[in-house]
């Protein structure tokens, strides 16, 4: 009982990992966008092109002159340019990708 349980956990959390193929900071599927969970991690993802020193700060390694750089070069199209416009180095960014976003900016 207990294998079949631990083949069912790991069919379970496969199926999971796989569903969708969610990557933040990129649109939603219409799966993603019905999907609770995935509208809770974008939710809770630091938006790049909005976020106040505070909220950068809070993220690993993004010092408050990292934070400064990267609100002085808004907006940004995806979180990938705060590496390819030299912003930060790719190893931080390697440690906060999963929890950023870049939305387009409000127009007023």
Request: hydrophobic residues 40%; charged residues 20%; contains cysteine.
């Amino acid at each position: 009982m207990a294998q079949s349980n631990g083949m069912v956990f790991s069919l379970s959390l496969m199926v999971f990992l796989s569903y969708g193929g969610l990557q933040l900071g990129c649109p939603p599927t219409a799966a993603a966008a019905d999907d609770p969970a995935a509208q809770s991690v974008q939710a809770e993802a630091v938006d790049i092109n909005s976020a106040s020193e505070d909220q950068l700060t809070k993220l690993p390694e993004i010092t408050m002159g990292l934070a400064l750089k990267i609100m002085g070069g808004r907006p940004y199209q995806n979180p990938q340019e705060l590496v390819t416009r030299q912003v930060i180095p790719q190893d931080i960014y390697d440690k906060i990708k999963d929890r950023i976003v870049a939305r387009a900016p409000q127009k007023n």
